[in-house]
């Protein structure tokens, strides 16, 4: 499965429910988002910052998490961002394959 990286900036109306119900209630809400979608859910934080939540995961195909977006942001509770996550062993395994490749201008 893969893994990605979900950022979550909560709007005025999201942040008012993660008061009413708390982190540990959003958490759970999460989890059995990805799990119902064939996921799992390895962490989840919340920050100060540009964003309020990351959570990583893992999906086991694109469309799943395409799923995920789609229903957050029709939500209108928060908006998110979805970046898959590369292994070292996926990188590695990319940085010996060789490649055809000419610059512009070269």
């Avoid at 958490?27 to 939540?53: R, S």
């Avoid at 990351?54 to 977006?69: G, I, M, Q």
């Avoid at 229903?71 to 979805?82: L, N």
Wanted: charged share 20%.
């Amino acid at each position: 499965m893969a893994k990605y990286l979900i950022t979550a900036s909560y709007t005025a109306e999201g942040a008012k429910g993660l008061i009413k119900e708390g982190a540990s209630g959003r958490h759970t809400a999460v989890q059995k988002a990805v799990e119902g979608l064939g996921g799992k859910v390895e962490a989840m934080y919340f920050a100060l910052g540009d964003a309020d939540a990351y959570v990583v995961c893992e999906f086991p195909d694109l469309t799943s998490v395409l799923a995920l977006s789609m229903a957050v942001g029709a939500s209108g509770g928060a908006r998110i961002t979805t970046t898959q996550l590369v292994s070292v062993a996926e990188l590695d395994a990319a940085a010996k394959k060789s490649v055809s490749y000419r610059a512009p201008g070269a």
